[in-house]
């Protein structure tokens, strides 16, 4: 017999979780606010429009940061791309602050030369190339390419002559292109003191680099943190060789340049070799553009000097391509080629020429990524054929 005075006992298991569901108590995991906003769409509302303002705050905060984090973005890949040196240094016995501090002391003595002995030099061509533009179309004229050229396209051509001659002639234009005179020339200041804060944050990133690497290893769970200690290690490593690999290689085919400008007499040699070095930078397209941008310049000089600089530096695509790339990208990682093209495409739309050269190490990282860590996951949930 049941005492009258007894409380009941509270229902627990299966019974209670059903008598829950039947008299519409919120189940566990569920909040009062959620089932409120359900119920009154003016709650519902005034959440939804707070969470798309704070995403606008967020979205405006990012953009006006952005400079910033390109500055680190890059920072730390040009500390990624000098980590190896200074590696080399250090298996050679020296410390690694010295090995940073020699490392950093050869970089300041090349850009010293460079802006002591090249850019007065390279100004100087491009104000003359600019002043023998008119000749050099006159010249250009009074050949033999010319003559077949005007026969196939007729006033076409001409046309198009006339007005890439105004364009070259018209400093104007080439200060529009920039904004104006007082753009550009807040552009080269502004590119100046980036270079500086970028070459400082390197420094700081290259000083801290296997700090940095050990604080990260220690955000991991400890079963795991082996495997991305190796992964982390992998993905620096290619980072390091493909971007001292890009260097290596626009060095060369800029050194190329300026000595076929030299032997074959052509103008603007120095000049054509600095703008080598820039393009020669983006990977896979850049070569192949140069090698136009570089013909046609020679062609307005001298064709037949253009013809056998075309030649040659076909010949020196090919080496590049089968004996200088491998051995010199031999710790890299393998990436396809229309990736390469679609990182490249990428990285220029978004941040220029230095976005096209970090685009496709990001491309190898996150295709490490993919190879090692998700593609085996997948692979250890397949099940075995009845």
């Known amino acids: 017999m049941t005492d009258p005075l007894q409380v009941p006992r509270p229902a627990r298991g299966r019974r209670a979780r059903a008598a829950s569901a039947d008299s519409g108590a919120p189940q566990s995991g569920e909040t009062g606010v959620s ?89 100087r061509q491009i104000v003359q190339f600019a002043n023998d533009v008119p000749g050099l179309i006159t010249t250009f004229q009074q050949g033999d390419t010319y ?70 290893y220690r955000l991991v769970p400890a079963h795991g943190r082996s495997r991305v200690a190796d992964l982390t290690e992998q993905i620096t490593d290619s980072i390091g060789g493909y971007l001292m690999g890009m260097v290596i290689l626009a060095l060369c085919n800029a050194t190329f340049v300026f000595l076929m400008f030299v032997v074959l007499g052509l103008p603007f040699p120095l000049l054509l070799a600095v703008v080598t070095f820039c393009i020669t930078l983006i990977p896979l397209v850049g070569t192949v553009l140069m090698w136009v941008i570089a013909s046609v310049i020679a062609l307005f000089a001298d064709p037949f000097g253009a013809l056998i600089f075309a030649i040659a530096y076909l010949v020196y695509m090919q080496v590049e391509a089968y004996v200088l790339t491998p051995r010199i990208m031999n710790r890299t990682i393998s990436i396809p080629g229309a990736l390469v093209v679609i990182g490249a495409l990428v990285g220029g739309t978004l941040l220029g020429l230095l976005g096209a050269l970090v685009a496709i190490p990001v491309t190898a990282s996150v295709l490490l990524v993919l190879k090692q860590v998700v593609i085996p996951r997948q692979d250890a949930k397949a099940t075995p054929d009845a």
């Open 35 to 123: 089932r409120r906003a359900v119920h009154h769409p003016f709650a519902l509302g005034f959440f939804i429009t707070l969470g798309g303002l704070v995403a606008l705050l967020l979205g405006f905060a990012f953009s006006n940061l952005s400079t910033v984090i390109i500055y680190i973005v890059f920072a730390m890949f040009a500390a990624l791309g000098l980590d190896p040196v200074v590696r080399l240094l250090e298996r050679r016995g020296l410390s690694r602050t010295w090995s940073i501090v020699i490392v950093y002391a050869a970089f300041a003595i090349v850009l010293a030369a460079v802006l002591m002995l090249i850019i007065p030099t390279v100004v």
């Open 147 to 216: 003559a077949w050229l005007e026969n196939q396209f007729g006033d076409v051509f001409n046309d198009l002559l006339s007005q890439v001659q105004t364009f070259l002639v018209d400093p104007g234009h080439i200060a529009a292109i920039g904004g104006g005179v007082f753009q550009v020339g807040v552009t080269i200041v502004s590119g100046i003191s980036g270079g500086i804060i970028i070459l400082v944050l390197s420094l700081y990133f290259l000083a801290s680099l296997p700090t940095i690497k050990r604080s990260f």
